[in-house]
């Protein structure tokens, strides 16, 4: 009566062990987003319509970490914001992810002037669960933890941390006819049971009033899907990959 008791305990408990393991984000096909939408060779989802283009691009841990490569090659010390750099827990081949980024790419040669808000921008699983994109001011509560002391190297590396994330995450502003402006979409790091999702763009403004109140809105979708892994350490190519 024992065994049969012990059994299924055990291999209840077997079936809960390891770690879970994201793979890199890619789009849906073409066929499988909304209209207007193109899916481009370096895995950028595009909505495409009468000289207007707004773009999401998933962006890897490596990418992020070439795209910062002074920043990310301390160890424990370095200074990504969106990444933990080249550091690794002792005895572990892996680099855990941070956030889930993307890069939102606007370019507007259709209207005299649209916009673009981060806080109408959401990721959205496929049960209904939703993420909102993290604020400046939410990145710098979370790396504030991080800067043990007011002063030294590092609230040193604090500050130059939040120097990137103050240039290079996408603060909304008018985006004029004939310009273009792009920036980084933070969202927390995804629970390991979700592998599809979209991401919302809401009430993206196009058309304003005297007072520069948006009269006409667009909500755009952007569908994503990502594998993970689970077990005791990384795949290799995981690994390879960071």
Known sequence: MRRAFLLPLLLTLCAGCGRYFPGPIR?????????HMTVKDDGTVA??????????????????????????DR???????YTYG?????????TPPRFTVFLLGIKNYAYPKVRVS????????EDGRAFRALSFFELNE??????????????ARYKES???????????????SGQEDQGYIVFPLLPPDVERFSVKVAQMALRFNYADEPTQTLDL??????????????????????
């Open 27 to 35: 789009p849906l096909s073409e066929a499988r987003q909304e209209a």
């Open 118 to 125: 981060p806080d109408e921008i959401a990721l959205v699983a």
């Open 162 to 176: 939040q120097e990137l994330l103050r240039k290079t995450l996408y603060a909304e502003k008018m985006v004029f």
């Open 47 to 72: 909505y495409v319509f009468e000289r207007l283009e707004i773009g999401l691009r998933p962006l890897t841990d490596a990418e992020l970490n070439r795209n910062f490569a002074p920043y990310s």
């Open 142 to 155: 979370y790396h504030r933890a991080y800067a043990l002391a007011w002063a030294g190297n590092p609230y």
């Open 86 to 94: 080249d550091w690794k827990p002792i005895g572990d081949p892996w």
């Open 75 to 81: 160890g424990a010390a370095s200074t990504n914001p």
């Open 221 to 242: 979708n952007y569908w994503f899907e990502r594998q993970v892994f689970r077990g005791y350490r990384p795949p290799p190519e995981l690994a390879e990959a960071r």
